[in-house]
């Protein structure tokens, strides 16, 4: 079982609000990486880190920022939150340096924006 | 160009059948991988099996195989004897190159396993 961990799981919150996304893992993976997805959708990759003080934009424009202060956490943050947020949200880590390693997600939060 | 393509929006079949989920690839780049994950409808992501580009033999991880066909680009995952619990999203992604393990994800077939 890998251990990433996402909180909170569901976030039902109003229009203008900052939110954090958490996202952590105990597996010591130096890659991190945040997804979106809509509902019945493909996951677009929208932020993805290196390792400690790297981050990058992904494939999809997103109005959200990360930060990867430590190995382990890679939060996502919304600075005011608008309802064409709302999607799923999904965290997820790899290790190695070969490529055969899959990504482990987290189960994903569900955010809507009212 | 879509770089993973999975045509089939749903599938039916039946308990204890096999089924065969289909996906494309494009990609110039020699060195690339092929990860097929499952997504029940609690949200999260299980991985089930990986096919790299020099494998000489086709992936397998107990239910679940890979029919990799390289001149063809196709990476169908065929599934044996389903069971109920099967039911889920599943979804083909790529990795191109041998560094940064991006992956680029396929829009996911729907399969529905009944009893």
């Known amino acids: 079982e890998a251990d990433i961990y996402q909180t909170p799981r569901y976030l039902v919150i109003g229009t203008g609000k900052k939110i954090t996304l958490e996202c952590s893992q105990t597996?010591?993976?130096?890659?991190m990486y945040w997804y979106q997805q809509d509902p019945g959708m493909e996951l677009h990759l929208i932020h993805y880190?290196?390792?400690?003080?790297?981050?990058e934009k992904g494939d999809l424009s997103s109005e959200s920022t990360v930060s990867r202060i430590r190995t382990e956490h890679f939060p996502l943050t919304l600075e005011s939150a608008r309802p064409s947020h709302t999607s799923q949200y999904l965290c997820?880590?790899?290790?190695?340096?070969?490529?055969?390693?899959?990504?482990?997600f987290g189960d994903g939060t569900r955010l809507s924006i009212l | 160009a879509q770089k993973i393509t999975q045509t089939q929006p749903g599938m039916f079949v039946q308990e204890k059948e096999a089924v065969t989920l289909d996906c494309t690839y494009d990609?110039?780049?020699?060195?690339?991988?092929l990860f097929w994950y499952k997504q029940p409808s609690s949200g999260e992501m299980i991985f089930l099996i990986y096919?790299?580009?020099?494998?000489?033999q086709n992936a397998t991880e107990g239910r679940y195989s890979l029919n990799f066909q390289k001149a063809r680009k196709s990476a169908n995952l065929v599934i044996s004897a389903s069971q109920l619990g099967d039911s889920a999203m599943y979804f083909c992604?790529?990795?191109?190159?041998?560094?940064?393990?991006?992956?680029?994800f396929g829009t996911g077939t729907r399969l529905l396993v009944s009893p």
């Open positions: 997820a880590s790899s290790g190695g340096d070969r490529g055969r390693q899959p990504q482990h």
């Open positions: 597996m010591g993976h130096d890659k």
């Open positions: 880190s290196y390792g400690v003080n790297s981050t």
């Open positions: 990609t110039s780049d020699p060195s690339y991988g």
């Open positions: 096919q790299g580009s020099y494998d000489q």
């Open positions: 992604a790529m990795r191109e190159g041998t560094g940064f393990q991006k992956l680029v």
